[in-house]
């Protein structure tokens, strides 16, 4: 790599595009493995580096977050804004959330589906969206240092599964969309519904001890208490 360059466009008769190195003030240097960035609300410009954890460039002055002055990890894999400021990344060991000096870790035992964080992506409505090789987590961050997470694999329709390292996106109207190994995939938060109704459950089978009884009204006696269901559970919306 080579740390940050910075494109001028002109719009002439004759356009043209200009490329610089980005010139830092001060004492730090400027990472030259730079996996992630974006510019805050502040306009200050925030990088996931490959090799000294999160930087915050501010009015030309570079400060870092790493394992050197902070529980952040050296090697970072995406950044995103939160909600209300801050800053997620991402790691190869779980996500993490800056907030006013305090670091915030998240991984599987805080219910992640894997520790290999590709993308973070601000969706709607509170939540992040976490890449990974298993597919994405939706996350929200609660009181107490926790997080609420619900996971989208194959079985929940995200068919691409492995996601591709921050080839993620929000457009205009709020549909998240994923690249992935397998190709695109899109989700759209308009599409989905919430409901009380309870599904509509049925009865596929019923066993006394190892035996199967007929699905009609039987009587047992108290003796025989060793009974087994399976059950179906259908939802129909519409």
């Not at 190195?21 to 240097?29: A, E, P, V």
């Not at 800053?87 to 060991?93: A, E, I, P, Y």
């Not at 969706?123 to 996350?139: A, F, L």
């Not at 329709?157 to 080839?167: D, M, P, Q, V, Y």
């Amino acid at each position: 790599g080579n740390g940050l360059v910075r494109a001028r466009v002109t719009l002439d008769t004759f356009p043209r595009i200009s490329f610089t190195n980005l010139k830092i003030k001060g004492d730090q240097k400027l990472s030259e493995r730079i996996n992630d960035m974006y510019f805050d609300q502040s306009n200050n410009l925030v990088i996931g580096t490959a090799d000294n954890g999160v930087g915050i460039l501010e009015k030309g002055i570079l400060s870092y977050y790493n394992s050197g002055n902070s529980d952040v990890p050296n090697k970072i894999t995406s950044v995103e804004e939160g909600f209300n400021g801050g800053v997620w990344f991402g790691s190869d060991n779980g996500i993490g959330y800056i907030k006013n000096d305090t670091v915030w870790k998240f991984n599987i035992k805080s219910g992640l589906v894997s520790n290999n964080i590709y993308q973070i992506q601000k969706g709607v409505d509170g939540y992040m969206w976490i890449g990974t090789e298993k597919g994405v987590d939706r996350i929200q961050l609660l009181e107490k240092d926790q997080i609420e997470v619900k996971h989208f694999g194959a079985d929940e329709g995200f068919t691409g599964i492995e996601t591709s390292l921050n080839a993620s996106f929000k457009d205009a109207v709020g549909n998240l969309w994923f690249g992935t190994v397998n190709g695109l995939s899109v989700y759209k938060p308009t599409k989905v519904t919430k409901t009380d109704l309870p599904p509509k459950i049925f009865f596929i089978s019923v066993k006394l001890f190892y035996d199967l009884l007929e699905l009609k009204e039987t009587a047992v006696g108290y003796d025989q208490n060793s009974l087994s269901f399976s059950v179906d559970a259908v939802f129909l919306p519409n």
